[in-house]
């Protein structure tokens, strides 16, 4: 039993040593478990200093930082207080330079003074020393303008006034050492307006110096062209010339002092070029010559304006004294054009030569035809020669008998009216505005068609009517030609007031004299007051518009009196028919005209006859004299054809006087009245013997004096 329960108890004993040695470290394990919350509790302390003195760390760097900042800024901001004390200092002594480094650095100094006292306006005495800035800064412009004027008057004190060429030289070589400092105002232009008025300020001072040199050399040179004796023409042409090239020179020389452009150097060039305005315009408005006025305005407006100052926008300045004068020759010469209008067009009185119609033409288309003839005869003796060696037949054959032009077509044989109103025109189109053109072409046309129509009553009364009609045809139809190419609408309005209103308001007012003072609305005042108002009237007259009505009345009027003369006793007859027809109605009694005397078929016949030998006879005389005037085989067509249809038209109406009034076939055969076929026949041999015996080339009407092959129609 004793061994049995011997193991049992040494099990037990070892259980029982083990279970006190989990005790002791159970109890161990609790010591540590202590020892490490006791730690951790340390790690925790430890821990929460070491993040307070970071933090404490952190606080103090901010501070350090900001306290660093505070106190940069109180540096910055003292500077500037500081620095302006130092600046006046530099800027009142004697030996300063504004060409150095140091006056640049200066210059930005007191900017930035000013910029920084203008946006801080709530500092301390921040007033005070913003007015020693500007202080400043006006005392370093104006030791800058102190410099230029001291550069320019001692490097130009030598010049002469007449050495135009040294001026230039000498300025430009004062440029390079005043260009820095300019600089240094044109950068600040958008700081402050007190750069600008700097800068003007030393514009004036070179333009003052410019004038010195240049005012009393420019008038003398000027003047010197208007007493040299030149021509009026050649003084402008040469006076512009030389305003322009010292327009460009005075840019030039002006670029390379100043890269802005100002009001002063702008004034500074009025002022030289004026003198050509003032040299010129006491010349012009004394002007009588209108060809030379003329000339002028060409000479400005093309030569100058278009050739010169609308291609170059540096002598725009030149460009605004070269228009004045320009309107100021323009003015002189509208007023001697209606002076010309009135003295040479329509009071023109016509010497008898200037009127020896159709003998002036027969005398030049002589003269032509014998030139003509020299011509061909000289080139057939010549021709075989010449071919071989030249061109001459090429040219030869333009002046052969098809090319020549009418010698009565050539402006010189034109009524001198109407030569002078064309002349005038041309002239005029070339130095006028457009609207001021169309008022004087109306003007011109007008007392022109005037002047020629009491030419050609002259004539009518002189030579006959025929000649008169196809004179004022044949000028009109030049008038008409010679005014189509200009580009203008020769349409102008006239404002009339037309009183009409006013003379029957008034002529109410004395009607209703006992209610003047009636207080209702029947009073007369008020009623003449509101109804007795002028009416302006707006009228529109066309100058091409005029010419062609008086063109087609001339040409009608023509027509009637051509026809009437070669019909004049058929036309008679007619007449007299009409009135013993209306006579019987006027009486009640039957109209038998075949009874009267008048209406024998002998007398008929007679009055046939002598008609057709009137045709024969005047007709080809007409058609000369329509070839003598007009020289132009479609207008003889066109003005022919009417005055044929009329001659049918008269022969008709005796055909169907004779077939009404019951006449036999031997009365008729005894009157021997002409078909229609019959007369044209007639009238178609007439015309050829007319184109026969003047065969010649027409062509139209130019301007120049050079044959020009066109065809004029009278529509």
């Known amino acids: 039993m004793s061994a049995e329960i011997k193991p049992c108890i040494q099990l037990a004993n070892e259980l029982r040593n083990q279970l006190d040695e989990w005790n002791t470290m159970i109890s161990k394990m609790n010591e540590c478990m202590q020892l490490i919350d006791t730690l951790e509790e340390k790690y925790s302390e430890v821990s929460k200093k070491t993040n307070s003195l970071y933090l404490a760390g952190e606080e103090l760097h901010t501070d350090q930082t900001s306290l660093s900042k505070i106190c940069s800024e109180i540096n ?30 200066m210059m930005t100094s007191i900017d930035n003074g000013i910029q920084y006292l203008n946006t801080h306006t709530s500092y301390r005495e921040s007033n005070r020393y913003l007015a020693l800035y500007v202080n400043a800064r006006y005392k ?64 004036l001072a070179y333009v003052t ?66 003198h050509l305005y003032d040299m010129l315009r006491p010349l012009v408005i004394h002007m009588k010559h209108f060809e030379t006025l003329v000339e002028l305005c060409t000479i400005l407006r093309i030569e100058i304006l278009q050739d010169y100052v609308y291609e170059d926008a540096s002598l725009e300045v030149f460009g605004s004294v070269a228009e004045l004068l320009l ?19 329509s009071e023109y009185k016509p010497s008898p030569g200037d009127i020896a119609y159709p003998e002036k033409l027969k005398q030049m288309e002589a003269i032509a035809e ?3 003839y020299r011509q061909l005869t000289r080139y057939d003796s010549t021709g075989s020669l010449v071919s071989s060696v030249s061109e001459a037949p090429s040219v030869m054959s333009k002046q052969s008998v098809g090319g020549w032009t009418s010698a009565a077509d050539l402006h010189g044989m ?44 002259i004539i009518s009364q002189k030579k006959t009517p025929t000649d008169g009609s196809l004179f004022e045809i044949k000028h009109l139809l030049i008038i008409r030609e010679q005014i189509a190419p200009f580009q203008v609408d020769f349409t102008i309005k006239e404002l009339n007031l037309d009183f009409r209103k006013m003379k029957n308001a008034a002529w109410g007012l004395i009607q209703k004299h006992d209610k003047m003072f009636a207080l209702n609305s029947s009073n007369s005042i008020i009623e003449f007051l509101l109804e007795g108002t002028p009416v302006v009237l707006e009228n529109s007259v066309d100058s091409r518009r005029l010419v062609d009505q008086t063109l087609k009345e001339s040409c009608q009027t023509f027509i009637n009196n051509s026809s009437n003369t070669l019909v004049s006793p058929l036309t008679m007859f007619l007449d007299e028919v009409q009135k013993y027809i209306k006579w019987c109605n006027m009486q009640g009694l039957p109209a038998i005209v075949k009874q009267q005397e008048f209406a024998q078929p002998k007398a008929i016949q007679e009055k046939v006859q002598d ?14 004299s329509m070839a003598l005037y007009l020289a132009n085989a479609d207008t003889q067509f066109v003005l022919y054809r009417p005055i044929k249809n009329n001659i049918l038209h008269i022969f008709t109406r005796i055909q169907q006087f004779l077939t009404t009034n019951s006449y036999s076939e031997e009365e008729q055969q005894l009157i021997a009245c002409p078909t229609s076929e019959q007369l044209s026949i007639l009238l178609s041999t007439s015309s050829l013997v007319s184109t026969k015996s003047n065969s010649r080339k027409t062509s139209a009407i130019s301007i120049n004096e050079d044959p020009a092959e066109t065809n004029e129609n009278f529509k």
């Open 76 to 105: 910055e901001r003292l500077s500037i207080f500081n620095a302006v004390n130092s600046i006046q200092l530099k800027l009142d002594s004697p030996s300063f330079i504004v060409t150095s480094e140091m006056f640049a650095n």
């Open 140 to 203: 370093a412009l104006s030791l800058v303008q102190t410099y230029i004027s001291q550069c320019l008057q001692t490097g130009t004190e030598s010049l002469d006034s007449t050495e135009f060429i040294a001026h230039y030289g000498k300025f430009q070589a004062i440029a390079k050492k005043i260009r820095p400092v300019l600089e240094l105002i044109e950068n600040r232009m958008d700081l402050d307006p007190v750069y600008s008025a700097s800068l003007d300020d030393c514009v």
């Open 209 to 274: 110096r410019r004038k010195v040199l240049l005012g009393t050399s420019i008038t003398s040179m000027l003047s010197n062209y208007t007493s040299s004796g030149s021509d009026y023409c050649s003084t402008l042409r040469s006076s512009c010339k030389i305003l322009i090239q010292l327009t460009h020179d005075e840019n030039r020389l002006y670029q390379c002092f100043f890269t802005i452009k100002c009001s002063v150097f702008r004034e500074y060039l009025e002022a030289v070029c004026m």
């Open 327 to 345: 309107q100021d020759i323009q003015e002189r010469l509208v007023f001697r054009a209606h002076l010309y209008f009135f003295t040479d067009i």
């Open 370 to 372: 014998e030139m003509q």
């Open 414 to 457: 034109w009524y001198p009216p109407v030569r002078r109103t064309l002349m005038c025109l041309s002239r005029l189109y070339r130095c006028v505005d457009k609207t001021i053109f169309q008022s004087l072409s109306q003007e011109a046309v007008a007392l022109c068609l005037k002047n020629i129509h009491q030419a050609a009553l």
């Open 611 to 624: 008609t057709l030998v009137k045709i024969t006879k005047d007709l080809p005389l007409f058609l000369q």
